[in-house]
């Protein structure tokens, strides 16, 4: 093995040993805007149409390991409290599935989601949303994939191991709760503001396949932040803002786009639009976006530039993440004629 591949390895351990030391085992995307289960439970259903259904895929350091591959899919739609009232429940379904590293770990999770948004004030769409998550975790690795010393005794032998492995599945029960908070301003009503806070893995589940282990995962405390402004019929652009603190880690991001609407005459909405932009993961990477939109389908496309210490190895790859989101309005539904209005983000 040659010095150059000891030096990524050694590299890519730094990594990975002290988040999964501390018990971090949280997923994330560059796309943050389109996974509000997982960003905020608060944020589901505040969406400016009634349903919507995506899809994400990440793939990552593929160019000095077994790459990090996330896929997440997940469904979320509001319905009105009653005709006499703006507020609006919201139900969410999230699942998602990583795989990372040599012996194939991976985390499967299942959430759904629950939110109330109670309007405030309905002349600017203001509302204050509460909403809640609970889901099960499951962790697993290949342990026919693992090799240790004493099997290389002049040459590789697999039938010796010597190690006591722990048995090679685990699952935990988690909860999370945000609370968020949406409004519109601007003297033509043209601003869209959007802020909250959430909490996730608030019973600290287990984190060790290990029973004598006592390793459990820390509390992740998130703050998201954003606003859109319609500059004209043809320009719209977006800031986005998310804050997450889990133990000792910490990640800041912000970045945002911009859109162009392909304007057609006597729509209510724009057919089409393009966005373009970038966002900042802070010591970390820069992440390039582009977005298309037409009526109620998105596409999305992003790529991390690696910036952290791990470049030297990586070659400042990180990797690509794409989205595919559709959204829509149920039929027969107040929320459809423009009674309940939020963010489009």
């Known amino acids: 093995m040659n010095r150059r591949i ?192 959430s909490a996730y893995h608030i019973t600290r589940p287990r984190n060790s396949f290990y029973n004598e282990l006592d390793m459990n995962l820390a509390v992740r405390w998130n703050a998201n932040l954003g606003f859109s402004k319609q500059a004209s019929d043809e320009f719209v652009y977006q800031f986005h803002a998310n804050y997450a603190q889990q133990g000792q880690f910490r990640e800041l991001m912000v970045g945002g786009l911009l859109g162009w609407n392909a304007v057609v005459k006597g729509a209510i909405n724009s057919v089409f639009t393009i966005y373009a932009g970038a966002f900042y993961r802070h010591k970390d990477a820069v992440v390039p976006v582009f977005k298309l939109r037409y009526k109620d389908l998105s596409f999305g496309f992003s790529y991390d530039v690696n910036t952290s210490q791990l470049k030297a190895a990586s070659n400042m790859r990180g990797g690509y993440e794409i989205m595919l989101i559709k959204t829509g309005n149920f039929p027969n539904n107040d929320a459809a004629t423009g009674k309940v209005m939020c963010p489009r983000f």
């Not at 509001?78 to 009232?85: D, E, I, K, N």
């Not at 991976?106 to 769409?125: E, G, Q, V, W």
Request: charged share 15%; hydrophobic share 35%.
């Open 6 to 197: 000891l030096k990524k390895i050694a590299a890519l351990c730094a990594l990975v040993i002290p988040a999964a030391a501390s018990g971090q085992a949280d997923v994330h995307f560059s796309q943050l805007y389109e996974t509000s289960v997982l960003r905020n439970p608060g944020l589901v259903g505040v969406n400016e149409q009634d349903y919507k259904i995506g899809l994400v895929y990440r793939n990552q350091w593929s160019t000095i390991s077994h790459p990090f591959q996330t896929a997440m899919l997940t469904a979320e739609g509001r319905f009105p409290v009653s005709h006499a009232s703006s507020d609006f429940v919201s139900v969410a379904l999230l699942g998602y599935y990583d795989k990372a590293g040599s012996v194939d770990r991976k985390i499967s999770a299942f959430y759904p989601a629950l939110n109330y948004s109670k309007c405030i004030n309905p002349d600017r769409s203001t509302y204050l949303s509460l909403g809640f998550t609970g889901g099960y975790l499951q962790y697993s690795f290949d342990p026919t994939k693992a090799t240790f010393n004493n099997q290389y005794q002049n040459g590789f032998n697999p039938g010796v191991i010597g190690e006591t492995l722990p048995q090679p599945r685990l699952g935990v029960w988690d909860m999370g709760v945000g609370l968020n908070f949406n409004t519109i301003g601007g003297k033509n009503k043209d601003i869209m503001y959007i802020g909250g806070v």
